[in-house]
């Protein structure tokens, strides 16, 4: 059984989607950390329903995000975590989290990389008058959302309405999450 951690910081439907897939076996893995940057965000009320442990803080409570990154890791060590999720984590990772975790961290990308990288994918995509979406799975490293791509899903959308859009984003990138990490959790 491996043991994996998910880092979110915000709505936390793609780390429910991942609780969930544990849950009932479709991922044979167990999350044994929920990592958060913002107290309050709502992920953090998901995890409580999973019975799944937080470490959610503040990063202005830290000197530098080394600081909050060394206690990052201190607690994914502690947990024997084998693996990183990233499922809407909003900082980038330095070498404290890249260096513990070589090779053992995948981000879920809500474009079709290489194409609009960044933390507002959906909405350039939009605003570029694109017909084509999707998302995507990479290993994580120095470069943003630059690592190494292990899946993409793609589909049309010609509509115009942003909420629907993103509904339709995330109806593609949960399933795509969850078979992407029961793959790699199964080779590992
Ligand atoms: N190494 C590294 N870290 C990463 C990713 C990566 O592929 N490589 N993928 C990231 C997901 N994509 C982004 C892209 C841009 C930003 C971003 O610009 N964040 C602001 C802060 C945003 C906020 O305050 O909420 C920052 O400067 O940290 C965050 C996540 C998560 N962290
Ligand atoms: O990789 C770049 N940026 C990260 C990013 O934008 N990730 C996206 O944030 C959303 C989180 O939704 P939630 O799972 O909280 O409901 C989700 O759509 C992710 O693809």
Redesign the pocket.
Known sequence: MKTIAV?A?GNGSNFEALAAACADGRIAARIALMVC??PGAFVNERAARYGIPTFTFN?KEYPSKADYEREIVRRLRAERVELIC?A???????DV??EAYRDR?V?I?PSLLPAF???HAIADAFAYGVKVFGVTI?Y????????RIIAQRAFEYLGSDPEELEARVHAVEHPLYVETVAKLVAEQ
């Open positions: 880092f910081s940057d913002k990063p990233l809407g984590y909003m900082r980038i990772l330095s989290v890249l961290i981000n990308h990288k960044g933390a990479h994580v490293n120095g470069e943003l959302d630059g690592g």
